[in-house]
């Protein structure tokens, strides 16, 4: 009994992940209808700044080192955040109301992401802002004289061509200086040491042991979610928030700023994924690759949960962690020894963290087959809701 | 002009049975057949998504289902490969000693040749009807697609005992007419064979495109509430079209598979899933020339940039996805049929700015 009280917790604490990062999904899915393909990498850039400013705090040692994960969880939310308030503005407000396209080009992004993060280093960085930069420079300088006659669009586009020739040229040439071209991370994992205080029990409830990661893990996720919980419905711009995912034309005709809006909650939504991401690197090594071990189960949350409920939310997505851990370890055949052979069987072939993915994929394909939009279905009376 | 756009596809066709393997050395044509069976899956997704508006994130189920498929005949057929019970010899590594039962029927050739294409479609049919007739669309179905795929590559995967898992099945080393498969002139029939099933697959997609049927396609992407209230039942159409891709994918996989000789849980990756719909993005979606060319530009990109730099290609591929959805909504094949290139001329002087009227322009619907 007690391995499988473990195991739950064991499912809670994947389970919380899970929330902290789909809550963020579905907010932002609720409210413009897009999919995030590249959440899974905000993921990923959270848990990165963890081990940055784990590294910063290293050198300092003693006190001040067990007090870098709180700082790094707000660094996390704040990096995060405005890397996609940045991609809110330059790319998803231009594929407004065409959300298949955005899932594609989203997913562009994360690409990016992911080998940025593989092979950045001090040279393409330079290289990166000089290109930017002269584009944006080039663009100026081309707009002031042309911007009226009917080639600019194609002008500009050779400008922004040439920017990016530049800067190749120019990351080529600080690539010559051998401390700059040294990769700041590299396509290995990077493993983060959680401080002290986080390590080993904190205290027994009878014959339980009381895991500091896994009840951190919790307790974060909880807090995160009432905070999440409590800016949607008691402050002016949750309210907002609420009032453009309700109706956004209508929202719009009455004087909120939906565009302003849209920016806010991508910005929130994405923070609340790099918070996820400090808290895996507490669960184990990670890399480059994080975001895609996480983002399909996020998915299975929201289509599990419904959108524009976070109630649902949390639902799917601790009863998800919890079908995970508790079939994916086979705690099942430990625990009730005796039970029929063709259920052993059956629980045998689908033990391992893999195969009880595909066990929560049957079983959400059949939820669906009953209740077609989740566990908690927005009412509307569009056709389309 | 009518005569020689008629002949257009001949000579091309001429092109790719005779000109090219003259031309290329037996790697160039070996990728150029690749291409071409990867022109196939375009073909389908193009059906699904650029037609009817299911962008499908999964079709590399099928894909694989049609190569795990031929993959299983030719390792059960190879006398080479056998170990001590006369079934493939990995199985002996995990200590299995009887061939999976489902492995059985594809000791038969023909079942195989049926399976390629009837497995795929048997499973998309069941999957699509499943979730279309809880009228689950847009972003729901592309997610619920890209999950569908990480399970079945879970399955793949994890199940050592009956595919191999992560290795996959190598075909390069199987038998074929007492001849290797991975030999140069195995290879050089099995382009032949991809050159003509693409034009076949392209007068199927065709044929589900035109008349009645394609008008219904058409018309379940544009506004589907607005054909349920006319009185159609669209979960037929959506379903018909998704086995239908599904089947296309199948044989897809299969010519890719003896083409490159293994087939793997790789090709169910969700990455590789998502490329497929963006080589029908570059080559121009509601067309069905544009998938086949965007197939083979992105692919033979791909090569291109891998052989050079392979760490740039990731940053490659994002930027064209980025670029394909932003700036040409239409692909490369839709730009040029829209007049994009005399715009562009016309934009310096260099031609006369084409006479429409705007409003009919603007919702000029891709015909092929």
Not at chain 1, 54 to 81: C, D, H, N, R, W
Not at chain 1, 82 to 99: A, D, H, M, S, W
Request: charged share 10%.
């Amino acid at each position: 009994m007690e391995l499988f009280f473990s195991q739950i917790l064991d499912g809670l604490s994947i389970g919380s992940v899970l929330l902290l990062a789909a809550t963020g999904l579905a907010i932002v899915f609720g409210l413009m209808g897009v999919i995030n393909l590249a959440h899974g990498e905000f993921m990923m850039l959270g848990a990165y700044v963890t081990y940055v400013v784990q590294s910063a705090f290293k050198p300092m040692g003693g006190v001040i080192f067990e007090l870098y994960f709180p700082v790094s969880l707000v660094l996390a939310f704040i990096v995060t955040g405005l890397i996609g308030v940045l991609l809110e503005r330059t790319l998803i407000r231009k594929l407004y109301g065409r959300p298949l396209e955005t899932l594609l080009a989203t997913w562009g992004v994360s690409l990016i992401l992911i080998q940025l993060i593989r092979s950045v280093s001090t040279a393409m960085m330079l290289g990166i802002i000089v290109g930017v930069v002269v584009g944006f420079l080039l663009s100026k300088l081309l707009g002031a004289k042309f911007s009226e006659k009917p080639f600019f669009t194609y002008l500009n586009g050779l400008g922004w061509a040439v920017a990016i020739g530049i800067g190749l040229v120019a990351v080529n040439l600080f690539d010559q200086a051998r401390p700059l071209s040294k990769a700041w991370f590299g396509p290995r994992n990077i493993d983060v040491t959680a401080p002290k205080w986080l390590q080993g029990s904190w205290g027994m409830i009878g014959t339980i042991e009381l895991p500091g990661l896994r009840i951190f893990i919790i307790l974060l996720s909880a807090l995160l979610l009432l905070a999440t919980f409590w800016f949607l419905n008691k402050s002016v711009w949750g309210l907002r928030i609420r009032a453009v995912t309700q109706n956004r034309q209508m929202s719009n005709c009455l004087g909120i700023p939906t565009d302003r809006v849209d920016s806010i909650t991508f910005g929130i939504g994405s923070g609340l994924a790099g918070v996820a991401g400090c808290a895996i690197t507490l669960l184990g090594s990670v890399g480059p690759n994080l975001g895609a071990a996480y983002i399909v189960s996020c998915f299975m949350v929201i289509v599990l949960g419904g959108v524009g409920n976070l109630l649902g939310t949390v639902l799917a997505s601790l009863l998800l962690g919890i079908i995970q851990s508790v079939i994916g370890s086979g705690t099942l055949l430990t625990i009730f020894p005796d039970m029929p052979l063709a259920a052993k069987g059956v629980i045998e072939f689908f033990a391992t963290t893999s195969m009880s993915l595909v066990l929560v994929f049957i079983f959400i394909i059949v939820f669906l087959q009953f209740r077609p939009n989740g566990m908690f279905p927005q009412k509307g009376r569009s056709v389309d809701a | 002009m009518k005569i020689f756009q008629r002949l257009v596809p001949w000579i091309l066709l001429a092109i790719a049975l005779f000109i090219l393997p003259a031309a290329l050395d037996d790697f160039r044509l070996n990728l150029f057949g690749r291409y071409f069976a990867l022109s196939i899956t375009a073909l389908a997704i193009d059906l699904i998504w650029g037609f009817t508006g299911l962008l499908s994130l999964g079709q590399g189920i099928f894909f694989a289902l049609g190569g795990y498929a031929v993959a299983m005949n030719l390792m059960l057929n190879t006398k080479s490969l056998a170990g001590g019970n006369g079934i493939p010899k990995f199985f002996e590594n995990y200590g299995v000693d009887q061939l999976p039962f489902f492995w059985q029927p594809f000791w038969s050739p023909v079942f195989t040749l049926i399976a390629i294409w009837v497995i795929p479609a048997a499973v998309a049919g069941l999957v699509g009807w499943l979730i279309f007739r809880n009228r689950i669309k847009g972003v729901y179905f592309s997610i619920i697609t890209q999950a569908a795929l990480m399970v079945f590559f879970h399955f793949f995967n994890g199940q050592q005992k009956l595919f191999d898992g992560t290795n996959g099945l190598k075909t390069s080393t199987t038998e074929l007419f007492g001849q290797l498969v991975g030999s140069p002139d195995m290879q050089v029939w099995f382009y032949r064979l991809t050159v003509l099933l693409l034009p076949l697959a392209f007068l199927v997609c065709r044929y589900f495109t035109s008349g009645r049927f394609g008008d219904a396609l058409i018309a379940i992407r544009d506004d589907e509430s607005r054909l349920r209230f006319a009185g159609f039942n669209p979960v037929p159409f959506k379903t018909i079209v998704f086995l239908v891709a599904g089947a296309l994918c199948g044989i897809s996989g299969a010519l890719y598979t003896i083409q490159s000789g293994i087939v793997s849980p790789q090709y169910m990756s969700i990455s590789f899933s998502i490329e497929m719909v963006i080589w029908v993005a570059v080559g121009g979606r509601g067309t069905l020339v544009g998938p086949i060319i965007g197939a083979t530009v992105v692919n033979y990109l791909r090569s291109l940039v891998s052989e050079a730099l392979p760490e740039a290609w990731l940053f490659v591929q994002g930027a064209l996805f980025i670029f394909v959805v932003v700036l040409m909504p239409d692909g490369i094949y839709g730009w040029i049929t829209k007049g994009g290139f005399r715009t562009f001329l016309a934009a310096f002087g260099i031609a006369k700015k084409a006479k429409t009227y705007p409003q009919l322009d603007k919702e000029a619907i891709p015909v092929d």
